[in-house]
Protein backbone atom coordinates (compact mmCIF):
# COMPACT_ATOMS: atom_id res chain seq x y z
CA UNK A 1 0.00 0.00 0.00
CA UNK A 2 1.49 3.24 -0.91
CA UNK A 3 0.31 6.45 1.35
CA UNK A 4 -1.79 8.59 -0.49
CA UNK A 5 -1.26 12.52 0.46
CA UNK A 6 -4.28 14.40 1.47
CA UNK A 7 -5.13 16.06 -1.72
CA UNK A 8 -7.57 19.07 -0.68
CA UNK A 9 -10.49 19.16 -3.60
CA UNK A 10 -12.35 22.49 -3.18
CA UNK A 11 -13.57 24.75 -0.35
CA UNK A 12 -16.21 22.19 1.21
CA UNK A 13 -14.27 20.83 3.86
CA UNK A 14 -13.54 24.52 4.79
CA UNK A 15 -17.34 24.88 6.18
CA UNK A 16 -16.81 23.57 9.46
CA UNK A 17 -19.12 20.62 8.50
CA UNK A 18 -17.91 17.24 10.67
CA UNK A 19 -16.71 14.22 8.15
CA UNK A 20 -19.12 11.64 7.30
CA UNK A 21 -17.58 8.80 9.26
CA UNK A 22 -17.35 7.87 12.55
CA UNK A 23 -13.74 7.07 13.25
CA UNK A 24 -13.81 6.18 16.92
CA UNK A 25 -16.55 3.38 16.10
CA UNK A 26 -14.56 2.11 13.31
CA UNK A 27 -10.96 2.60 15.01
CA UNK A 28 -12.23 0.43 17.74
CA UNK A 29 -13.93 -2.29 15.36
CA UNK A 30 -11.50 -2.45 13.14
CA UNK A 31 -8.76 -2.77 15.46
CA UNK A 32 -10.55 -5.86 17.41
CA UNK A 33 -11.18 -7.42 14.07
CA UNK A 34 -7.45 -7.53 12.78
CA UNK A 35 -4.54 -6.60 14.71
CA UNK A 36 -1.90 -5.82 12.50
CA UNK A 37 -4.25 -3.35 10.43
CA UNK A 38 -4.80 -1.18 13.16
CA UNK A 39 -6.79 1.75 12.74
CA UNK A 40 -5.04 4.99 13.89
CA UNK A 41 -6.64 8.80 13.19
CA UNK A 42 -4.95 11.26 11.67
CA UNK A 43 -6.20 14.53 12.56
CA UNK A 44 -4.23 17.55 11.04
CA UNK A 45 -4.93 20.95 9.71
CA UNK A 46 -8.35 20.31 11.16
CA UNK A 47 -8.74 17.34 8.62
CA UNK A 48 -9.99 14.25 9.47
CA UNK A 49 -9.34 10.77 8.54
CA UNK A 50 -8.39 7.53 8.67
CA UNK A 51 -4.91 6.01 8.18
CA UNK A 52 -3.69 2.04 8.10
CA UNK A 53 -0.93 0.75 10.00
CA UNK A 54 1.57 -2.17 9.59
CA UNK A 55 3.15 -4.37 12.49
CA UNK A 56 3.01 -3.24 15.80
CA UNK A 57 6.65 -1.91 16.50
CA UNK A 58 6.82 -0.25 20.24
CA UNK A 59 7.84 3.61 19.57
CA UNK A 60 7.95 3.26 16.00
CA UNK A 61 6.36 4.78 13.77
CA UNK A 62 5.04 8.29 12.38
CA UNK A 63 2.37 8.85 14.69
CA UNK A 64 4.26 7.95 17.67
CA UNK A 65 1.52 4.67 18.27
CA UNK A 66 4.12 2.50 16.98
CA UNK A 67 2.43 1.50 14.11
CA UNK A 68 4.29 2.46 10.87
CA UNK A 69 1.96 4.04 8.73
CA UNK A 70 1.01 2.19 5.75
CA UNK A 71 -1.65 4.45 3.99
CA UNK A 72 -3.86 7.20 4.99
CA UNK A 73 -7.54 7.89 3.76
CA UNK A 74 -8.75 11.76 3.89
CA UNK A 75 -11.72 12.67 5.25
CA UNK A 76 -15.09 11.71 2.87
CA UNK A 77 -18.04 14.31 2.57
CA UNK A 78 -21.18 13.73 1.31
CA UNK A 79 -20.51 16.93 -1.09
CA UNK A 80 -18.41 14.73 -3.10
CA UNK A 81 -19.79 11.67 -3.88
CA UNK A 82 -20.86 12.88 -7.12
CA UNK A 83 -19.95 14.97 -9.92
CA UNK A 84 -18.39 17.83 -9.11
CA UNK A 85 -19.87 19.56 -12.13
CA UNK A 86 -23.11 19.32 -10.79
CA UNK A 87 -22.74 21.17 -8.00
CA UNK A 88 -20.99 24.07 -10.16
CA UNK A 89 -23.13 24.36 -13.13
CA UNK A 90 -26.38 24.10 -10.42
CA UNK A 91 -24.87 26.19 -7.90
CA UNK A 92 -25.92 23.25 -5.50
CA UNK A 93 -24.26 22.04 -2.25
CA UNK A 94 -25.04 18.84 -2.56
CA UNK A 95 -25.48 16.11 -5.63
CA UNK A 96 -29.06 15.21 -5.15
CA UNK A 97 -32.25 16.15 -6.42
CA UNK A 98 -36.14 15.10 -5.10
CA UNK A 99 -37.75 14.30 -8.17
CA UNK A 100 -41.12 15.91 -9.40
CA UNK A 101 -44.54 13.95 -7.82
CA UNK A 102 -47.31 14.92 -10.00
CA UNK A 103 -50.45 17.06 -8.45
CA UNK A 104 -48.47 18.98 -6.27
CA UNK A 105 -47.23 16.04 -3.90
CA UNK A 106 -44.04 17.70 -4.69
CA UNK A 107 -44.98 21.22 -3.50
CA UNK A 108 -44.06 24.70 -3.51
CA UNK A 109 -42.79 24.50 0.22
CA UNK A 110 -40.58 21.24 -0.56
CA UNK A 111 -38.62 22.80 -3.14
CA UNK A 112 -37.95 25.81 -1.12
CA UNK A 113 -37.11 23.73 1.78
CA UNK A 114 -34.56 21.57 -1.03
CA UNK A 115 -33.21 24.79 -2.07
CA UNK A 116 -32.16 26.29 1.12
CA UNK A 117 -29.82 23.20 2.19
CA UNK A 118 -28.17 23.64 -0.97
CA UNK A 119 -30.03 20.98 -2.92
CA UNK A 120 -32.45 20.38 -6.27
CA UNK A 121 -35.87 20.08 -6.11
CA UNK A 122 -38.52 19.85 -8.65
CA UNK A 123 -42.27 20.98 -8.77
CA UNK A 124 -44.95 18.06 -9.07
CA UNK A 125 -46.44 20.14 -11.54
CA UNK A 126 -47.98 17.47 -13.84
CA UNK A 127 -52.00 17.28 -13.69
CA UNK A 128 -52.22 21.06 -12.67
CA UNK A 129 -54.05 23.30 -14.19
CA UNK A 130 -51.62 26.76 -15.54
CA UNK A 131 -52.78 28.62 -12.85
CA UNK A 132 -52.22 26.26 -9.86
CA UNK A 133 -48.35 26.02 -11.79
CA UNK A 134 -48.35 29.82 -11.48
CA UNK A 135 -49.03 30.34 -8.03
CA UNK A 136 -46.80 27.47 -6.64
CA UNK A 137 -43.57 29.47 -8.96
CA UNK A 138 -45.56 32.62 -7.56
CA UNK A 139 -44.80 30.92 -3.37
CA UNK A 140 -41.10 29.49 -4.74
CA UNK A 141 -40.19 32.41 -6.39
CA UNK A 142 -41.22 34.58 -3.44
CA UNK A 143 -39.49 32.64 -0.89
CA UNK A 144 -36.03 31.93 -2.60
CA UNK A 145 -35.72 35.35 -4.60
CA UNK A 146 -35.06 36.26 -7.99
CA UNK A 147 -31.07 34.92 -9.11
CA UNK A 148 -31.75 33.23 -5.51
CA UNK A 149 -30.83 29.41 -5.18
CA UNK A 150 -31.60 27.09 -7.78
CA UNK A 151 -34.63 24.91 -8.22
CA UNK A 152 -37.28 23.61 -10.86
CA UNK A 153 -40.28 22.80 -11.88
CA UNK A 154 -41.42 19.20 -14.04
CA UNK A 155 -42.62 19.66 -17.44
CA UNK A 156 -44.37 16.11 -18.45
CA UNK A 157 -45.33 14.85 -21.60
CA UNK A 158 -48.71 14.88 -22.23
CA UNK A 159 -49.62 13.27 -25.45
CA UNK A 160 -53.04 13.67 -25.14
CA UNK A 161 -52.81 17.14 -24.36
CA UNK A 162 -50.02 19.12 -26.57
CA UNK A 163 -51.41 22.82 -26.04
CA UNK A 164 -51.30 21.99 -22.56
CA UNK A 165 -47.75 20.81 -22.90
CA UNK A 166 -46.80 24.36 -24.80
CA UNK A 167 -48.92 26.26 -22.58
CA UNK A 168 -46.49 25.01 -19.68
CA UNK A 169 -43.43 25.73 -21.85
CA UNK A 170 -44.78 28.95 -22.55
CA UNK A 171 -45.07 29.63 -18.40
CA UNK A 172 -41.39 28.46 -17.86
CA UNK A 173 -39.95 30.56 -20.57
CA UNK A 174 -42.00 33.86 -19.61
CA UNK A 175 -41.28 33.20 -15.87
CA UNK A 176 -37.83 32.49 -15.95
CA UNK A 177 -37.95 29.02 -14.67
CA UNK A 178 -34.26 27.66 -15.48
CA UNK A 179 -34.14 23.81 -14.70
CA UNK A 180 -37.35 21.74 -15.64
CA UNK A 181 -37.71 17.61 -15.53
CA UNK A 182 -38.75 16.48 -18.89
CA UNK A 183 -40.65 13.06 -18.04
CA UNK A 184 -42.68 10.45 -19.72
CA UNK A 185 -41.48 11.80 -22.86
CA UNK A 186 -41.08 9.05 -25.70
CA UNK A 187 -40.33 10.80 -28.44
CA UNK A 188 -39.28 14.33 -28.55
CA UNK A 189 -42.00 17.52 -28.80
CA UNK A 190 -41.37 20.95 -30.30
CA UNK A 191 -42.48 21.98 -26.51
CA UNK A 192 -39.39 20.79 -24.85
CA UNK A 193 -36.83 21.40 -27.77
CA UNK A 194 -38.38 24.93 -27.51
CA UNK A 195 -37.48 25.25 -24.32
CA UNK A 196 -34.05 23.91 -24.33
CA UNK A 197 -32.97 25.79 -26.75
CA UNK A 198 -34.48 29.20 -25.74
CA UNK A 199 -31.28 30.88 -24.70
CA UNK A 200 -28.41 29.25 -26.53
CA UNK A 201 -25.90 31.61 -26.54
CA UNK A 202 -22.28 32.03 -28.45
CA UNK A 203 -19.69 33.04 -24.99
CA UNK A 204 -16.89 35.18 -25.76
CA UNK A 205 -14.32 32.04 -26.31
CA UNK A 206 -16.94 30.68 -28.66
CA UNK A 207 -18.62 27.95 -26.35
CA UNK A 208 -22.49 27.27 -26.33
CA UNK A 209 -23.83 28.69 -23.42
CA UNK A 210 -27.33 27.48 -22.08
CA UNK A 211 -29.72 29.40 -20.50
CA UNK A 212 -32.18 26.80 -19.70
CA UNK A 213 -31.58 22.89 -18.41
CA UNK A 214 -33.42 19.77 -19.10
CA UNK A 215 -33.42 17.00 -16.89
CA UNK A 216 -34.18 14.15 -18.77
CA UNK A 217 -35.69 11.40 -16.97
CA UNK A 218 -35.11 8.02 -18.87
CA UNK A 219 -35.30 4.38 -18.58
CA UNK A 220 -35.39 3.29 -22.25
CA UNK A 221 -32.16 3.73 -24.55
CA UNK A 222 -33.58 4.94 -27.32
CA UNK A 223 -35.26 7.53 -25.37
CA UNK A 224 -32.20 8.36 -23.83
CA UNK A 225 -30.35 8.35 -27.39
CA UNK A 226 -32.51 11.42 -28.30
CA UNK A 227 -32.02 13.72 -25.25
CA UNK A 228 -28.49 13.31 -25.74
CA UNK A 229 -28.12 14.11 -29.44
CA UNK A 230 -28.74 17.56 -30.83
CA UNK A 231 -32.21 18.53 -31.64
CA UNK A 232 -33.88 17.06 -34.64
CA UNK A 233 -33.50 19.67 -37.57
CA UNK A 234 -36.40 19.14 -38.36
CA UNK A 235 -37.96 20.15 -35.46
CA UNK A 236 -35.28 23.11 -35.53
CA UNK A 237 -36.54 24.27 -38.40
CA UNK A 238 -40.00 24.03 -37.75
CA UNK A 239 -39.71 26.05 -34.29
CA UNK A 240 -37.56 28.93 -36.57
CA UNK A 241 -40.34 29.28 -39.21
CA UNK A 242 -42.62 30.16 -36.62
CA UNK A 243 -40.70 32.66 -35.32
CA UNK A 244 -40.72 30.69 -31.80
CA UNK A 245 -36.65 30.25 -31.64
CA UNK A 246 -34.24 32.41 -33.46
CA UNK A 247 -31.59 31.96 -35.83
CA UNK A 248 -28.36 31.82 -33.65
CA UNK A 249 -30.50 29.76 -31.25
CA UNK A 250 -31.26 27.07 -34.04
CA UNK A 251 -27.37 27.31 -35.24
CA UNK A 252 -25.83 26.84 -31.86
CA UNK A 253 -28.26 23.92 -31.11
CA UNK A 254 -26.26 21.37 -33.45
CA UNK A 255 -23.89 21.69 -30.76
CA UNK A 256 -25.38 20.62 -27.68
CA UNK A 257 -27.18 17.83 -26.19
CA UNK A 258 -30.85 18.93 -25.60
CA UNK A 259 -29.98 17.42 -21.63
CA UNK A 260 -26.63 17.63 -20.26
CA UNK A 261 -28.09 16.32 -17.18
CA UNK A 262 -29.70 12.40 -18.17
CA UNK A 263 -31.39 10.62 -14.68
CA UNK A 264 -31.73 6.72 -15.27
CA UNK A 265 -34.75 5.91 -13.67
CA UNK A 266 -34.77 2.14 -12.16
CA UNK A 267 -37.77 0.24 -10.48
CA UNK A 268 -39.56 3.36 -8.95
CA UNK A 269 -42.69 4.08 -7.90
CA UNK A 270 -45.34 5.98 -10.30
CA UNK A 271 -44.53 4.98 -14.36
CA UNK A 272 -41.54 3.16 -14.39
CA UNK A 273 -40.31 0.27 -16.70
CA UNK A 274 -39.21 -1.88 -13.67
CA UNK A 275 -35.61 -2.21 -14.28
CA UNK A 276 -32.77 -3.13 -11.85
CA UNK A 277 -30.32 0.17 -11.83
CA UNK A 278 -27.58 -2.13 -11.78
CA UNK A 279 -28.51 -3.32 -15.65
CA UNK A 280 -29.45 -0.05 -16.75
CA UNK A 281 -27.35 2.38 -15.43
CA UNK A 282 -24.18 1.04 -17.28
CA UNK A 283 -25.82 0.72 -20.45
CA UNK A 284 -26.62 4.36 -20.66
CA UNK A 285 -23.26 5.71 -19.17
CA UNK A 286 -22.16 3.69 -22.44
CA UNK A 287 -24.47 5.09 -25.12
CA UNK A 288 -23.57 8.53 -23.38
CA UNK A 289 -20.07 7.92 -24.32
CA UNK A 290 -20.89 6.90 -27.79
CA UNK A 291 -22.69 9.91 -28.66
CA UNK A 292 -20.10 12.24 -26.77
CA UNK A 293 -17.43 11.07 -29.01
CA UNK A 294 -19.58 11.56 -31.85
CA UNK A 295 -20.33 14.97 -31.66
CA UNK A 296 -17.55 15.94 -29.96
CA UNK A 297 -19.80 18.03 -27.40
CA UNK A 298 -17.76 20.71 -25.35
CA UNK A 299 -19.05 19.64 -22.23
CA UNK A 300 -19.33 16.83 -20.34
CA UNK A 301 -23.26 15.11 -19.86
CA UNK A 302 -24.17 14.25 -16.17
CA UNK A 303 -25.92 10.79 -16.08
CA UNK A 304 -27.29 10.66 -12.31
CA UNK A 305 -29.84 7.61 -11.05
CA UNK A 306 -33.25 7.13 -9.64
CA UNK A 307 -35.51 4.55 -8.85
CA UNK A 308 -35.15 2.53 -5.63
CA UNK A 309 -33.20 4.85 -3.46
CA UNK A 310 -34.28 4.66 -0.21
CA UNK A 311 -31.30 3.68 2.10
CA UNK A 312 -27.59 5.00 2.46
CA UNK A 313 -26.67 1.86 1.00
CA UNK A 314 -28.15 1.98 -1.98
CA UNK A 315 -27.27 5.82 -2.18
CA UNK A 316 -24.04 4.52 -2.26
CA UNK A 317 -24.17 2.24 -5.09
CA UNK A 318 -25.33 4.51 -7.08
CA UNK A 319 -22.67 6.63 -6.40
CA UNK A 320 -19.79 3.86 -7.19
CA UNK A 321 -22.14 3.34 -10.21
CA UNK A 322 -20.50 6.35 -11.50
CA UNK A 323 -24.13 8.77 -10.84
CA UNK A 324 -23.24 12.38 -11.23
CA UNK A 325 -26.29 12.97 -8.64
CA UNK A 326 -28.88 10.75 -7.45
CA UNK A 327 -32.83 11.71 -7.47
CA UNK A 328 -35.45 10.48 -5.35
CA UNK A 329 -38.90 10.25 -5.24
CA UNK A 330 -40.66 7.68 -3.55
CA UNK A 331 -39.48 8.48 0.18
CA UNK A 332 -40.44 12.18 -0.29
CA UNK A 333 -43.55 11.66 -0.37
CA UNK A 334 -43.77 10.54 3.17
CA UNK A 335 -41.65 13.87 3.64
CA UNK A 336 -43.31 16.81 6.02
CA UNK A 337 -43.24 18.91 3.20
CA UNK A 338 -45.47 16.48 1.03
CA UNK A 339 -48.54 17.71 -0.44
CA UNK A 340 -50.14 13.91 0.11
CA UNK A 341 -52.42 13.68 3.11
CA UNK A 342 -51.30 12.49 6.72
CA UNK A 343 -53.33 9.29 6.21
CA UNK A 344 -51.70 8.46 3.20
CA UNK A 345 -47.66 9.00 5.15
CA UNK A 346 -49.32 7.07 7.53
CA UNK A 347 -50.23 3.80 5.57
CA UNK A 348 -46.78 4.95 3.28
CA UNK A 349 -45.35 4.11 6.73
CA UNK A 350 -46.46 0.58 7.28
CA UNK A 351 -45.12 -0.64 3.74
CA UNK A 352 -42.72 -3.54 4.09
CA UNK A 353 -40.35 -3.68 0.35
CA UNK A 354 -42.72 -6.24 -1.17
CA UNK A 355 -46.24 -3.74 -0.89
CA UNK A 356 -46.59 -2.69 -4.46
CA UNK A 357 -47.61 -3.77 -7.20
CA UNK A 358 -48.03 -2.17 -10.91
CA UNK A 359 -51.62 -0.87 -11.64
CA UNK A 360 -53.27 0.60 -14.55
CA UNK A 361 -52.04 4.76 -15.20
CA UNK A 362 -54.97 7.42 -15.39
CA UNK A 363 -53.29 9.14 -18.16
CA UNK A 364 -52.37 5.88 -20.57
CA UNK A 365 -55.07 3.89 -19.22
CA UNK A 366 -55.94 2.53 -23.00
CA UNK A 367 -52.83 1.22 -24.15
CA UNK A 368 -52.76 -0.65 -21.02
CA UNK A 369 -49.62 1.71 -19.50
CA UNK A 370 -49.10 0.78 -15.61
CA UNK A 371 -47.71 2.91 -12.39
CA UNK A 372 -46.24 1.31 -9.58
CA UNK A 373 -48.57 2.14 -6.49
CA UNK A 374 -48.58 1.08 -2.93
CA UNK A 375 -50.70 -2.18 -2.06
CA UNK A 376 -50.99 -2.50 1.63
CA UNK A 377 -53.88 -1.08 3.01
CA UNK A 378 -55.97 0.21 0.07
CA UNK A 379 -57.81 -1.90 -2.58
CA UNK A 380 -57.12 0.43 -5.63
CA UNK A 381 -54.31 -1.45 -7.75
CA UNK A 382 -57.02 -4.56 -7.88
CA UNK A 383 -60.26 -2.35 -8.57
CA UNK A 384 -58.19 -0.61 -11.13
CA UNK A 385 -56.63 -3.44 -12.99
CA UNK A 386 -61.07 -4.88 -12.65
CA UNK A 387 -61.66 -1.79 -14.62
CA UNK A 388 -58.88 -1.73 -17.56
CA UNK A 389 -59.47 -5.91 -17.69
CA UNK A 390 -63.55 -4.91 -18.36
CA UNK A 391 -62.71 -2.19 -20.53
CA UNK A 392 -60.45 -5.15 -22.54
CA UNK A 393 -63.08 -6.82 -22.99
CA UNK A 394 -66.49 -5.03 -23.52
CA UNK A 395 -67.52 -2.18 -26.29
CA UNK A 396 -69.49 -0.28 -24.19
CA UNK A 397 -70.60 0.80 -20.48
CA UNK A 398 -74.09 -1.17 -21.78
CA UNK A 399 -72.39 -4.49 -23.34
CA UNK A 400 -70.79 -4.86 -19.29
CA UNK A 401 -74.05 -6.76 -18.40
CA UNK A 402 -76.39 -5.54 -15.54
CA UNK A 403 -74.73 -7.23 -13.13
CA UNK A 404 -70.93 -6.66 -13.79
CA UNK A 405 -71.95 -3.02 -14.07
CA UNK A 406 -74.29 -3.53 -11.05
CA UNK A 407 -71.22 -4.35 -9.22
CA UNK A 408 -69.01 -2.12 -10.15
CA UNK A 409 -71.18 0.92 -9.36
CA UNK A 410 -71.74 -0.69 -5.70
CA UNK A 411 -68.10 -1.52 -5.00
CA UNK A 412 -65.77 1.11 -7.22
CA UNK A 413 -67.87 3.76 -8.78
CA UNK A 414 -70.19 4.06 -5.73
CA UNK A 415 -72.71 5.92 -7.97
CA UNK A 416 -74.97 5.07 -11.32
CA UNK A 417 -72.04 5.04 -14.35
CA UNK A 418 -74.09 7.67 -15.63
CA UNK A 419 -74.20 10.04 -12.96
CA UNK A 420 -69.61 9.45 -13.61
CA UNK A 421 -70.18 10.27 -16.88
CA UNK A 422 -72.41 13.37 -16.75
CA UNK A 423 -69.63 14.60 -14.51
CA UNK A 424 -66.87 13.49 -16.53
CA UNK A 425 -68.39 14.89 -19.82
CA UNK A 426 -69.16 18.76 -17.60
CA UNK A 427 -64.84 18.49 -16.84
CA UNK A 428 -63.94 17.67 -20.54
CA UNK A 429 -66.22 20.35 -22.02
CA UNK A 430 -64.05 22.88 -20.26
CA UNK A 431 -60.64 21.07 -20.65
CA UNK A 432 -60.85 19.75 -23.84
CA UNK A 433 -64.01 19.53 -25.44
CA UNK A 434 -62.70 16.99 -28.27
CA UNK A 435 -62.39 14.31 -25.41
CA UNK A 436 -66.07 15.19 -24.69
CA UNK A 437 -67.44 14.99 -28.24
CA UNK A 438 -64.95 11.50 -29.51
CA UNK A 439 -67.07 10.13 -26.40
CA UNK A 440 -70.27 10.77 -27.54
CA UNK A 441 -69.43 9.05 -30.61
CA UNK A 442 -67.58 6.07 -28.92
CA UNK A 443 -69.05 4.20 -26.18
CA UNK A 444 -65.66 2.67 -25.64
CA UNK A 445 -64.06 5.62 -25.14
CA UNK A 446 -66.63 6.83 -22.97
CA UNK A 447 -66.32 4.21 -21.07
CA UNK A 448 -62.53 4.61 -21.03
CA UNK A 449 -63.57 8.34 -19.62
CA UNK A 450 -66.04 6.81 -17.04
CA UNK A 451 -63.24 4.47 -15.49
CA UNK A 452 -59.95 6.98 -15.74
CA UNK A 453 -62.35 9.02 -13.21
CA UNK A 454 -62.15 6.73 -10.67
CA UNK A 455 -58.31 6.16 -11.49
CA UNK A 456 -58.01 10.01 -11.39
CA UNK A 457 -60.49 10.61 -8.48
CA UNK A 458 -58.53 7.76 -6.54
CA UNK A 459 -55.44 10.04 -6.60
CA UNK A 460 -57.01 13.24 -5.37
CA UNK A 461 -58.77 11.36 -2.30
CA UNK A 462 -55.17 10.32 -0.92
CA UNK A 463 -54.05 14.04 -1.51
CA UNK A 464 -57.08 15.14 -0.10
CA UNK A 465 -56.82 12.58 2.87
CA UNK A 466 -60.42 11.86 2.16
CA UNK A 467 -61.68 9.30 4.68
CA UNK A 468 -64.56 7.56 3.18
CA UNK A 469 -62.39 6.46 0.31
CA UNK A 470 -59.15 5.03 2.19
CA UNK A 471 -59.41 1.69 0.89
CA UNK A 472 -59.67 3.34 -3.12
CA UNK A 473 -56.01 5.92 -2.43
CA UNK A 474 -53.89 5.56 -5.46
CA UNK A 475 -50.62 6.33 -3.70
CA UNK A 476 -47.39 5.82 -6.43
CA UNK A 477 -44.71 3.65 -4.47
CA UNK A 478 -41.99 2.28 -5.03
CA UNK A 479 -39.81 -0.64 -2.91
CA UNK A 480 -37.43 2.30 -2.05
CA UNK A 481 -40.78 2.96 0.29
CA UNK A 482 -40.44 -0.47 2.56
CA UNK A 483 -36.53 -0.45 2.38
CA UNK A 484 -36.28 3.07 3.92
CA UNK A 485 -39.10 2.05 6.63
CA UNK A 486 -37.10 -0.77 7.54
CA UNK A 487 -33.78 1.16 7.84
CA UNK A 488 -35.55 4.22 9.83
CA UNK A 489 -37.53 1.60 12.16
CA UNK A 490 -36.75 2.76 15.43
CA UNK A 491 -34.85 5.63 15.27
CA UNK A 492 -35.99 9.70 14.77
CA UNK A 493 -36.94 9.15 11.17
CA UNK A 494 -39.59 6.64 12.25
CA UNK A 495 -41.30 10.01 13.83
CA UNK A 496 -44.03 11.08 11.30
CA UNK A 497 -42.96 14.54 11.88
CA UNK A 498 -39.48 14.33 12.25
CA UNK A 499 -39.43 13.04 8.40
CA UNK A 500 -38.69 16.05 6.66
CA UNK A 501 -37.19 16.55 3.20
CA UNK A 502 -34.32 17.77 4.10
CA UNK A 503 -33.58 15.26 7.06
CA UNK A 504 -34.32 12.77 4.52
CA UNK A 505 -31.76 13.88 2.04
CA UNK A 506 -28.96 14.72 4.74
CA UNK A 507 -29.62 11.55 6.51
CA UNK A 508 -29.33 9.68 3.06
CA UNK A 509 -26.35 11.20 1.85
CA UNK A 510 -24.27 11.10 5.37
CA UNK A 511 -25.25 7.41 5.18
CA UNK A 512 -23.84 7.03 1.78
CA UNK A 513 -20.36 8.89 2.38
CA UNK A 514 -20.10 5.95 5.57
CA UNK A 515 -20.73 3.28 3.74
CA UNK A 516 -18.40 4.44 0.72
CA UNK A 517 -15.76 5.09 3.41
CA UNK A 518 -16.38 1.59 4.79
CA UNK A 519 -15.82 0.01 1.22
CA UNK A 520 -13.13 1.67 0.98
CA UNK A 521 -11.30 0.84 3.76
CA UNK A 522 -12.43 -3.23 2.83
CA UNK A 523 -11.07 -2.28 -0.65
CA UNK A 524 -7.55 -2.04 0.88
CA UNK A 525 -7.68 -5.19 2.39
CA UNK A 526 -8.78 -4.18 6.54
CA UNK A 527 -11.22 -6.67 7.65
CA UNK A 528 -14.38 -4.39 8.28
CA UNK A 529 -16.72 -5.55 10.05
CA UNK A 530 -20.44 -5.30 9.51
CA UNK A 531 -21.53 -2.25 11.59
CA UNK A 532 -19.43 0.31 9.97
CA UNK A 533 -21.87 -0.17 7.38
CA UNK A 534 -24.80 0.40 9.55
CA UNK A 535 -25.38 3.94 9.57
CA UNK A 536 -28.36 4.84 11.51
CA UNK A 537 -30.72 7.99 11.02
CA UNK A 538 -29.87 11.08 13.25
CA UNK A 539 -31.03 14.56 13.20
CA UNK A 540 -28.30 16.61 10.78
CA UNK A 541 -27.29 20.15 11.22
C1 LIG B 1 -46.09 10.03 -5.78
C2 LIG B 1 -45.15 10.15 -6.92
C3 LIG B 1 -45.46 11.00 -7.97
C4 LIG B 1 -44.58 11.15 -9.03
N1 LIG B 1 -44.89 12.02 -10.04
C5 LIG B 1 -43.98 12.29 -10.99
C6 LIG B 1 -44.21 13.29 -11.96
O1 LIG B 1 -45.25 13.91 -12.00
N2 LIG B 1 -43.25 13.54 -12.86
C7 LIG B 1 -42.06 12.87 -12.86
O2 LIG B 1 -41.18 13.16 -13.65
N3 LIG B 1 -41.82 11.89 -11.97
C8 LIG B 1 -42.74 11.60 -11.03
N4 LIG B 1 -42.47 10.64 -10.08
C9 LIG B 1 -41.17 9.97 -10.11
C10 LIG B 1 -40.18 10.65 -9.17
O3 LIG B 1 -39.93 11.97 -9.57
C11 LIG B 1 -38.85 9.89 -9.14
O4 LIG B 1 -38.27 9.90 -10.41
C12 LIG B 1 -39.03 8.45 -8.69
O5 LIG B 1 -39.97 8.39 -7.67
C13 LIG B 1 -37.70 7.90 -8.22
O6 LIG B 1 -37.80 6.56 -7.86
P1 LIG B 1 -38.22 6.08 -6.38
O7 LIG B 1 -39.68 6.21 -6.33
O8 LIG B 1 -37.80 4.66 -6.34
O9 LIG B 1 -37.50 6.96 -5.41
C14 LIG B 1 -43.36 10.43 -9.05
C15 LIG B 1 -43.08 9.56 -8.01
C16 LIG B 1 -43.95 9.41 -6.94
C17 LIG B 1 -43.60 8.46 -5.83
Redesign the pocket.
Known sequence: MHASPFTPIGSWRANGQAPAFEPEALLAAVARVREPSHVVREEKAGRLGVAFAGEFVPGSGANGAGYPLMATLPALYPEWLGDRSFLETHRVRFPYVS????NG?ATSALVIAMAQAGMLG?F?A??LSIDRIERALDEIEAALGRGGPPWGS?L?HSPNEPDLEEAVVDLYLRRGVRRV?A??FMSLTPAVVRYAISGLTAGPSGAVRRHNYVFA?ISRPEVARRFLSPAPPEILRALLAQGRINAPEAELAARVPLAEDV?V?A?????TDNRPLTALFPTIVNLRDELVARHAYERPIRVGA?????TPTAVAAAFSLGASYV?????N?AAVESGLSAEGKRMLAQAGIADVMMAPAADMFELGVKVQVLKRGTMFAVRAQRLYDLYVRHESLESLGAEERAKIEAEILRAPAEEVWAETQRFFEVRDPREAARAERDPKHRMALVFRWYLGKSSRWAIAGDPDRCLDYQ??????MGAFNAWTAGSFLAVPENRTIVQIARNLLEGAAVVTRAQQLRSYGVAVPPPAFDFRPRPLA
Open positions: GAMAIFGAGNICSAKTEDSGGHAGGLGLTGTVQIWCGPA
